[in-house]
């Protein structure tokens, strides 16, 4: 697989839309259970299993970079593989290591989430807002 593409794919990610905590590993992209897997289709990343119990089902807008999703699934082939990344013990490390390898800066993924809450936040009166932006917000 091209890891060039993996490594664009994990930034986008974490930098288009509103970022969650490291589940992407989980996301399955062919053969899932709406019920119980965590899943994209048609521009949305649905979460059913997720650390924070205290959610229920997540649905997150990923149409903003639909395209990119779309490209990978037309790339991978595979009926079991999802999202091109590893296990959720070696996840937060993957993430340090793609952002060192593309970026030449290990960034971690709260890293992203709170980049991603500072420019949401720039020009927002509202400072309750962010809650319902970053998914899986603990306070």
């Known amino acids: 697989m091209n890891s060039d593409f993996e490594a664009f794919l994990l930034i986008t990610l974490y930098a288009e839309i509103p970022p969650i905590r490291s589940e992407y590993h989980t996301v399955k992209i062919r053969n899932f259970d709406k019920t119980k897997d ?28 639909e395209r990119h999703l779309e490209s990978w699934k037309k790339l991978n082939r595979s009926q079991r593989r999802g ?21 030449n800066k290990a960034i971690g993924v709260n890293l992203f989430r709170k980049a991603y809450v500072t420019v949401f ?16 917000y603990e306070p």
Do not use: M
């Not at 990344?85 to 340090?96: G, L």
């Open 38 to 65: 965590n899943y994209y289709h048609k521009g949305k990343l649905v979460f059913n299993e997720h650390k924070v119990k205290a959610y229920q089902v997540q649905i997150v807008d990923a149409s903003p970079i």
């Open 83 to 103: 999202l091109p990344f590893k296990d959720s013990s070696r996840f937060a490390t993957f993430v340090r290591q793609v952002t060192n390898r593309s970026l």
């Open 121 to 136: 936040l720039k020009g927002c009166p509202n400072l309750q807002e962010p809650t319902a932006v970053i998914e899986h």
